[in-house]
């Protein structure tokens, strides 16, 4: 069964930086992505930045240039950056397994319990 356990959230002032970790367990899919996600308050949950097992990222337009995503294999865990933080970035931010099914596309069936990020102006 596959474990995620996310950290990193905080409190930060708009243009500071954030580095969320997502730690994985359970995970054996060689065709793995893995994903970001977030939900504001009254906002449905949108996905920001995906990574698969070929390296590949993708992200949301919202987001582009001052996220990156990325994943060290040898720990199993997934990292966002996130630099240059927007009032608006506030949302619980949440990670994501799944499988690549044709890419770019994943289908995601495990998640984990959320981290908070609040940004003030």
């Known amino acids: 069964q596959v474990q995620l356990v996310e950290s990193g959230g905080g409190s930060v002032q708009a243009g500071g930086s954030l580095r969320l970790s997502c730690a994985a367990s359970?995970?054996?899919?060689?065709?793995?992505?893995m994903g970001w996600f977030r939900q504001a308050p009254g906002k449905a949950r949108e996905i920001i930045a995906r990574i698969a097992f070929d390296g590949s990222t993708t992200y949301t337009y919202s987001v582009t240039g001052r996220f990156t995503i990325s994943i060290d294999n040898a720990e199993n865990t997934m990292f966002l950056q996130i630099d240059s933080l927007k009032p608006e970035d506030t949302a619980m931010y949440y990670c994501?397994?799944?499988?690549?099914?044709?890419?770019?596309?994943?289908?995601?069936?495990?998640w984990g319990q959320g981290t908070q990020v609040t940004v003030s102006s």
């Open positions: 994501a397994a799944g499988v690549v099914t044709v890419l770019p596309s994943c289908s995601f069936n495990s």
């Open positions: 359970g995970y054996t899919y060689k065709n793995y992505c």
